[in-house]
């Protein structure tokens, strides 16, 4: 039986890979994977990320991110603290009902603000109808643009997914962001290499390193949301009484480090 990562290289072109890269991903090789374009009705690139065993705070957490080759899930927050000294597991989709396990060594990025990070997988994902890396959005992203944000929830006891929830975001303007975020005391948490959009406020629960994503492509990653009170609690509804809105790493403007530190670290993974 073929291996799925060799039938993409013979073949060219899969359900999954609807441009012409052959070589996408494959043995960690992101020139051309940068710019596919992912099918996204089953979300094959997203992956969830276990903390577990950490050493400064004792205690184990979730968080999201997106396979971006077959050896590197890429996400981002301020709960990844190399100093901790965590252990990480990956789990990525697979053409089973189970969740595939990686453990994986993690990664910071320099240079980037908000704080991003690779994890580097022991072994290579297995690319197939149900996991597969996505692109990096090369495109500016303009206010008033909707794309999709996701998140995947594990089962507690198993490697079954128990569900992935998505919904609908709108970019909003910068200043706008800015001037919200000062009217409820968070300073300077916007940086350059940032950019937000508002949730309906009943959805304002998504993790760390959830992806957004617009035209098959990856545009953010959850770095931040909050859950603002805009008026005071006299109107019938939760709706009429809070904002949400939820601060990403944007993907386009960091996309050339990502590339870069991938090159720079390409070696085998010692664990």
Same mark, same amino acid.
């Given at each position: 039986? @073929?291996?799925? #990562?060799?039938? !993409?290289?013979?073949?060219?072109?899969?359900?999954? +890979?609807?441009?012409?890269?052959?070589?996408?991903?494959?043995?960690?090789?992101?020139?051309?994977? @940068?710019?596919? #374009?992912?099918? !996204?009705?089953?979300?094959?690139?997203?992956?969830? +990320?276990?903390?577990?065993?950490?050493?400064?705070?004792?205690?184990s957490w979730w968080a999201d991110g997106v396979i971006i080759s077959d050896r590197y899930v890429l996400t981002t927050g301020d709960k990844f603290l190399p100093q901790n000294k965590c252990n990480y597991t990956v789990w990525v989709n697979s053409d089973t009902q189970d969740l595939v396990p990686h453990r994986a060594e993690l990664q910071k990025i320099d240079n980037i603000v908000p704080e991003t990070f690779l994890l580097r997988v022991d072994e290579l994902i297995e690319f197939g109808p149900q996991a597969s890396p996505i692109g990096l959005m090369k495109k500016k992203v303009e206010s008033g643009e909707r794309a999709i944000l996701t998140k995947l929830i594990v089962g507690d006891k198993s490697r079954k997914v128990r569900k992935i929830f998505e919904t609908n975001a709108t970019v909003i303007d910068e200043q706008d962001c800015k001037n919200m975020l000062e009217q409820n005391g968070r300073f300077n948490r916007l940086s350059s290499g940032s950019f937000c959009t508002e949730l309906p406020p009943e959805e304002c629960s998504y993790p760390l390193g959830s992806p957004l994503v617009m035209a098959g492509q990856l545009i953010g990653l959850l770095n931040d949301d909050t859950l603002f009170r805009v008026k005071k609690p006299t109107q019938s509804t939760y709706k009429d009484n809070f904002r949400c809105f939820n601060m990403y790493l944007n993907i386009t403007h960091h996309r050339a480090i990502i590339k870069e530190h991938i090159a720079l670290r390409a070696q085998p993974l010692k664990l």
């Open positions: 039986m @073929l291996h799925y #990562s060799m039938i !993409v290289l013979l073949l060219g072109v899969t359900d999954a +890979i609807t441009t012409n890269t052959s070589t996408c991903g494959i043995n960690s090789n992101l020139t051309q994977c @940068l710019d596919v #374009s992912v099918s !996204v009705q089953k979300y094959p690139y997203h992956a969830s +990320i276990l903390a577990h065993e950490c050493e400064i705070y004792p205690y």
